[in-house]
Protein backbone atom coordinates (compact mmCIF):
# COMPACT_ATOMS: atom_id res chain seq x y z
CA UNK A 1 0.00 0.00 0.00
CA UNK A 2 1.60 3.43 -0.84
CA UNK A 3 0.61 6.69 0.94
CA UNK A 4 -3.20 7.81 -0.24
CA UNK A 5 -4.77 11.15 0.68
CA UNK A 6 -6.22 9.58 3.76
CA UNK A 7 -2.33 8.70 5.31
CA UNK A 8 0.18 11.14 7.06
CA UNK A 9 3.70 10.23 7.72
CA UNK A 10 4.37 12.51 10.57
CA UNK A 11 7.17 12.88 13.48
CA UNK A 12 6.95 10.21 16.03
CA UNK A 13 5.37 11.64 19.60
CA UNK A 14 6.46 10.18 23.30
CA UNK A 15 2.64 9.26 23.46
CA UNK A 16 2.58 6.91 20.29
CA UNK A 17 5.14 4.78 22.29
CA UNK A 18 1.91 2.26 23.47
CA UNK A 19 0.86 2.41 19.95
CA UNK A 20 4.20 1.21 18.22
CA UNK A 21 5.28 -1.31 20.65
CA UNK A 22 2.17 -3.05 19.23
CA UNK A 23 3.02 -2.84 15.66
CA UNK A 24 6.22 -4.48 16.63
CA UNK A 25 4.68 -7.44 17.97
CA UNK A 26 1.89 -7.74 15.53
CA UNK A 27 4.50 -7.33 12.98
CA UNK A 28 7.57 -9.61 14.37
CA UNK A 29 6.16 -11.48 17.36
CA UNK A 30 8.69 -12.94 19.45
CA UNK A 31 11.51 -12.24 16.87
CA UNK A 32 11.18 -8.40 17.80
CA UNK A 33 10.43 -7.56 21.40
CA UNK A 34 10.00 -4.08 21.93
CA UNK A 35 8.16 -2.45 25.15
CA UNK A 36 6.97 1.15 25.21
CA UNK A 37 9.39 1.93 28.14
CA UNK A 38 11.92 1.41 25.24
CA UNK A 39 10.50 3.71 22.86
CA UNK A 40 10.58 6.50 25.49
CA UNK A 41 13.77 6.28 26.11
CA UNK A 42 14.75 7.47 22.39
CA UNK A 43 13.58 10.93 23.67
CA UNK A 44 16.13 11.55 25.41
CA UNK A 45 19.04 10.32 23.24
CA UNK A 46 20.44 13.13 21.50
CA UNK A 47 21.85 10.78 19.00
CA UNK A 48 18.79 10.49 17.34
CA UNK A 49 17.32 12.69 14.83
CA UNK A 50 13.97 13.16 15.84
CA UNK A 51 12.83 13.72 12.05
CA UNK A 52 14.23 10.20 11.28
CA UNK A 53 11.81 8.32 13.57
CA UNK A 54 8.17 8.55 11.91
CA UNK A 55 4.55 6.81 12.09
CA UNK A 56 2.43 6.20 9.77
CA UNK A 57 -1.41 8.12 10.63
CA UNK A 58 -4.58 7.53 9.59
CA UNK A 59 -7.92 8.86 10.89
CA UNK A 60 -6.34 9.87 14.32
CA UNK A 61 -4.63 5.78 14.69
CA UNK A 62 -1.02 5.09 14.32
CA UNK A 63 -0.30 2.11 11.66
CA UNK A 64 2.86 1.82 10.99
CA UNK A 65 6.22 3.21 12.17
CA UNK A 66 9.35 3.09 10.54
CA UNK A 67 13.18 5.21 11.30
CA UNK A 68 16.45 5.56 9.22
CA UNK A 69 20.12 5.52 10.15
CA UNK A 70 22.31 7.43 7.83
CA UNK A 71 25.82 6.33 8.18
CA UNK A 72 28.33 6.73 5.69
CA UNK A 73 26.89 5.54 2.03
CA UNK A 74 24.11 3.60 3.70
CA UNK A 75 21.24 4.30 4.99
CA UNK A 76 19.25 2.04 7.37
CA UNK A 77 15.36 1.41 7.33
CA UNK A 78 13.63 -0.19 10.71
CA UNK A 79 10.03 -0.22 10.15
CA UNK A 80 6.73 -2.09 12.00
CA UNK A 81 3.95 -1.33 9.58
CA UNK A 82 2.11 -4.57 8.97
CA UNK A 83 0.11 -4.04 5.99
CA UNK A 84 1.10 -0.64 4.72
CA UNK A 85 5.14 -1.52 4.15
CA UNK A 86 5.79 0.92 1.10
CA UNK A 87 5.68 4.07 2.88
CA UNK A 88 8.35 3.47 4.52
CA UNK A 89 10.38 2.04 2.01
CA UNK A 90 8.94 5.14 -0.34
CA UNK A 91 10.45 7.15 2.17
CA UNK A 92 13.62 5.97 2.93
CA UNK A 93 14.68 5.43 -0.84
CA UNK A 94 13.96 9.11 -1.48
CA UNK A 95 15.73 10.37 1.75
CA UNK A 96 18.87 8.12 0.82
CA UNK A 97 18.46 9.92 -2.79
CA UNK A 98 18.62 13.06 -0.97
CA UNK A 99 21.63 12.21 1.39
CA UNK A 100 23.01 11.03 -1.52
CA UNK A 101 23.87 7.28 -0.17
CA UNK A 102 24.78 4.40 -2.51
CA UNK A 103 22.87 1.85 -0.68
CA UNK A 104 19.40 1.24 1.67
CA UNK A 105 19.33 -1.28 3.79
CA UNK A 106 16.60 -3.54 5.37
CA UNK A 107 17.04 -5.92 8.10
CA UNK A 108 14.29 -8.79 8.78
CA UNK A 109 13.82 -12.28 10.53
CA UNK A 110 14.01 -14.76 7.86
CA UNK A 111 11.30 -15.62 6.16
CA UNK A 112 9.60 -12.35 7.06
CA UNK A 113 6.30 -11.40 4.71
CA UNK A 114 8.34 -8.01 3.67
CA UNK A 115 11.04 -10.48 1.89
CA UNK A 116 8.81 -10.41 -1.31
CA UNK A 117 8.31 -7.02 -1.47
CA UNK A 118 11.28 -6.08 -1.42
CA UNK A 119 12.93 -8.54 -3.54
CA UNK A 120 10.09 -7.14 -6.25
CA UNK A 121 11.82 -3.89 -5.49
CA UNK A 122 14.73 -4.71 -6.53
CA UNK A 123 16.84 -5.47 -2.82
CA UNK A 124 19.31 -8.16 -2.99
CA UNK A 125 19.89 -10.61 0.09
CA UNK A 126 22.56 -9.50 1.94
CA UNK A 127 24.87 -10.21 4.93
CA UNK A 128 22.66 -12.63 7.77
CA UNK A 129 22.94 -12.70 11.56
CA UNK A 130 22.06 -14.96 14.33
CA UNK A 131 20.29 -14.45 17.86
CA UNK A 132 21.89 -17.01 20.10
CA UNK A 133 20.61 -17.74 23.72
CA UNK A 134 22.12 -20.18 25.99
CA UNK A 135 20.16 -21.34 29.61
CA UNK A 136 22.49 -21.11 32.72
CA UNK A 137 21.83 -24.18 33.90
CA UNK A 138 24.84 -24.33 36.26
CA UNK A 139 27.43 -21.69 37.41
CA UNK A 140 29.82 -20.42 35.25
CA UNK A 141 33.26 -21.22 35.60
CA UNK A 142 35.43 -17.83 33.88
CA UNK A 143 38.73 -19.76 34.47
CA UNK A 144 41.40 -17.95 35.71
CA UNK A 145 43.24 -14.89 33.13
CA UNK A 146 46.12 -15.38 31.16
CA UNK A 147 49.35 -14.68 32.62
CA UNK A 148 50.05 -10.72 32.62
CA UNK A 149 46.20 -10.61 31.68
CA UNK A 150 43.86 -8.81 34.47
CA UNK A 151 40.24 -8.50 34.52
CA UNK A 152 38.42 -5.97 36.02
CA UNK A 153 35.18 -3.94 35.78
CA UNK A 154 34.42 -0.72 33.45
CA UNK A 155 35.57 2.31 35.15
CA UNK A 156 33.95 6.10 33.49
CA UNK A 157 37.98 7.20 33.28
CA UNK A 158 37.47 3.75 30.90
CA UNK A 159 35.78 5.37 28.24
CA UNK A 160 38.55 6.25 25.48
CA UNK A 161 40.10 3.20 26.09
CA UNK A 162 36.77 0.72 25.69
CA UNK A 163 35.58 3.07 22.68
CA UNK A 164 39.14 3.16 20.70
CA UNK A 165 39.35 -1.06 21.42
CA UNK A 166 35.58 -1.23 20.58
CA UNK A 167 36.76 0.97 16.44
CA UNK A 168 40.12 -1.28 16.51
CA UNK A 169 37.94 -4.72 17.03
CA UNK A 170 35.53 -4.12 14.55
CA UNK A 171 37.10 -2.19 12.08
CA UNK A 172 36.69 -5.08 9.13
CA UNK A 173 33.38 -5.99 9.95
CA UNK A 174 31.03 -5.50 7.20
CA UNK A 175 28.95 -2.71 8.31
CA UNK A 176 30.57 -1.45 11.10
CA UNK A 177 31.07 2.54 11.37
CA UNK A 178 32.93 4.06 14.11
CA UNK A 179 32.19 4.91 17.35
CA UNK A 180 32.14 8.56 18.07
CA UNK A 181 32.34 9.65 21.98
CA UNK A 182 28.58 10.65 21.69
CA UNK A 183 27.39 7.62 20.35
CA UNK A 184 29.30 5.70 22.99
CA UNK A 185 27.81 7.56 25.76
CA UNK A 186 23.83 7.47 24.58
CA UNK A 187 23.88 3.71 22.90
CA UNK A 188 26.63 1.70 25.44
CA UNK A 189 26.82 3.51 28.37
CA UNK A 190 23.10 5.13 28.96
CA UNK A 191 21.51 2.62 27.31
CA UNK A 192 18.81 0.20 29.26
CA UNK A 193 19.94 -2.18 31.81
CA UNK A 194 23.53 -1.12 31.27
CA UNK A 195 25.46 -1.53 34.55
CA UNK A 196 29.43 -0.69 34.41
CA UNK A 197 29.75 -4.21 37.34
CA UNK A 198 28.50 -6.36 34.09
CA UNK A 199 31.41 -4.73 31.75
CA UNK A 200 34.20 -6.96 32.26
CA UNK A 201 37.44 -5.66 31.04
CA UNK A 202 40.84 -7.48 29.98
CA UNK A 203 44.13 -5.39 30.72
CA UNK A 204 47.95 -6.40 29.46
CA UNK A 205 49.37 -4.15 31.62
CA UNK A 206 48.29 -0.21 30.47
CA UNK A 207 47.02 -1.90 27.49
CA UNK A 208 42.92 -2.87 27.21
CA UNK A 209 43.36 -6.01 24.90
CA UNK A 210 39.23 -6.80 25.33
CA UNK A 211 36.26 -6.55 26.58
CA UNK A 212 32.77 -7.79 26.88
CA UNK A 213 29.75 -5.43 27.81
CA UNK A 214 26.99 -7.10 28.92
CA UNK A 215 23.31 -6.06 30.44
CA UNK A 216 20.75 -7.49 32.74
CA UNK A 217 18.08 -7.09 30.28
CA UNK A 218 17.35 -6.70 26.68
CA UNK A 219 14.17 -5.16 24.64
CA UNK A 220 12.38 -4.69 28.19
CA UNK A 221 12.55 -8.41 28.62
CA UNK A 222 14.02 -8.68 32.02
CA UNK A 223 14.29 -12.60 31.84
CA UNK A 224 17.17 -12.21 29.26
CA UNK A 225 20.51 -11.15 29.92
CA UNK A 226 22.26 -9.62 26.73
CA UNK A 227 26.02 -9.76 25.56
CA UNK A 228 25.71 -6.56 23.94
CA UNK A 229 29.29 -6.32 22.25
CA UNK A 230 32.51 -8.77 22.86
CA UNK A 231 35.73 -7.89 20.99
CA UNK A 232 38.92 -8.57 21.32
CA UNK A 233 42.48 -6.54 19.72
CA UNK A 234 43.87 -7.87 17.19
CA UNK A 235 47.14 -8.44 18.90
CA UNK A 236 45.57 -10.44 21.60
CA UNK A 237 43.50 -12.60 19.45
CA UNK A 238 44.06 -16.59 19.30
CA UNK A 239 44.94 -16.59 23.43
CA UNK A 240 41.12 -17.38 25.03
CA UNK A 241 40.46 -13.99 25.85
CA UNK A 242 37.08 -14.45 23.74
CA UNK A 243 36.14 -17.68 25.85
CA UNK A 244 37.74 -16.29 29.05
CA UNK A 245 35.38 -13.04 28.81
CA UNK A 246 32.26 -14.97 27.50
CA UNK A 247 32.25 -16.71 30.59
CA UNK A 248 32.78 -13.54 32.74
CA UNK A 249 29.81 -12.41 31.19
CA UNK A 250 27.96 -15.20 31.88
CA UNK A 251 29.00 -15.70 35.48
CA UNK A 252 27.99 -11.59 36.28
CA UNK A 253 24.60 -12.15 34.90
CA UNK A 254 23.86 -15.72 36.11
CA UNK A 255 25.01 -13.60 39.92
CA UNK A 256 22.56 -11.38 38.94
CA UNK A 257 19.43 -13.93 38.68
CA UNK A 258 19.40 -14.21 35.02
CA UNK A 259 19.15 -18.00 33.40
CA UNK A 260 18.71 -17.07 29.84
CA UNK A 261 21.51 -14.78 27.62
CA UNK A 262 21.65 -14.01 24.46
CA UNK A 263 23.47 -12.17 21.88
CA UNK A 264 24.03 -11.27 18.02
CA UNK A 265 26.78 -12.48 15.56
CA UNK A 266 27.08 -12.14 11.88
CA UNK A 267 26.67 -15.93 10.07
CA UNK A 268 29.71 -14.86 8.13
CA UNK A 269 32.23 -14.00 10.68
CA UNK A 270 35.53 -14.42 10.42
CA UNK A 271 36.87 -14.40 13.71
CA UNK A 272 35.79 -17.70 14.47
CA UNK A 273 32.71 -15.42 17.06
CA UNK A 274 30.11 -18.24 15.83
CA UNK A 275 32.54 -21.70 17.01
CA UNK A 276 33.20 -19.89 20.47
CA UNK A 277 29.52 -19.51 20.89
CA UNK A 278 28.83 -22.20 19.81
CA UNK A 279 31.27 -24.26 21.82
CA UNK A 280 30.02 -22.51 24.78
CA UNK A 281 26.97 -23.62 24.72
CA UNK A 282 24.73 -20.94 22.50
CA UNK A 283 22.72 -22.14 19.95
CA UNK A 284 20.39 -20.19 17.31
CA UNK A 285 17.04 -19.02 17.90
CA UNK A 286 16.75 -16.66 15.48
CA UNK A 287 18.35 -15.25 12.11
CA UNK A 288 17.88 -11.99 10.74
CA UNK A 289 18.57 -10.93 6.93
CA UNK A 290 19.82 -7.92 5.34
CA UNK A 291 18.53 -6.74 2.38
CA UNK A 292 19.79 -3.90 -0.06
CA UNK A 293 19.40 -1.91 -2.54
CA UNK A 294 22.02 0.42 -4.62
CA UNK A 295 20.30 3.38 -5.56
Do not use: K
Not at 235 to 245: D, E, K, N, P, S
Amino acid sequence: MSLSRLDVLRPLREDDAEAVAELFAAAFGDARALDAEEIRTWFRNPELDAGHLRVLERDGRVIGYGDIWIQGQELALDAAAPGCWEPFLDWAESAGREANVRDVRVGLPAGHELEALVRERGYRLGRSSFTMEVELTEPADPHEPAAGIELRSYRPADLTDVRTAINEAFAHDWHHHDVSESNFREFYVNARGADPMLWTLAWDGPELAGFVLAYSEHAGDTTLGWIGTLGVRPAWRRRGLGRLLLLAAFAGLGERGLRRVGLGVDTENEFGALRLYERAGMRPVQRFDNWVVTL
